[in-house]
């Protein structure tokens, strides 16, 4: 998985502009394009992002790990 000092990150991506995007149950804006980026906003640890799509009764789920360390710094 990814480790990150950041209590956010950004997650970008391309779906087919006629789908429903969520990330991890929140409806995500999608461009023209298809392209959407989102601030997902993390918590101490391992945290596990879901990205649904779905259009005409299909569904594709992708998962992402992301742990979030914080920094002395930040």
């Known amino acids: 998985p ?3 000092v950041t209590p956010f990150f950004r997650l970008a991506g391309m779906a087919d502009p006629l789908s429903n995007v969520q990330i991890n149950d929140q409806p995500v804006i999608l461009r023209e394009s298809g392209y959407f980026s989102e601030l997902v906003p993390l918590s101490q640890g391992i945290n596990t992002i879901e990205v649904k799509a779905s259009k005409l009764g299909k569904e594709k789920i ?5 742990v979030y360390t914080p920094s002395k710094n930040f």
């Open 2 to 4: 990814l480790t990150i």
């Open 62 to 66: 992708e998962e992402r790990t992301v």
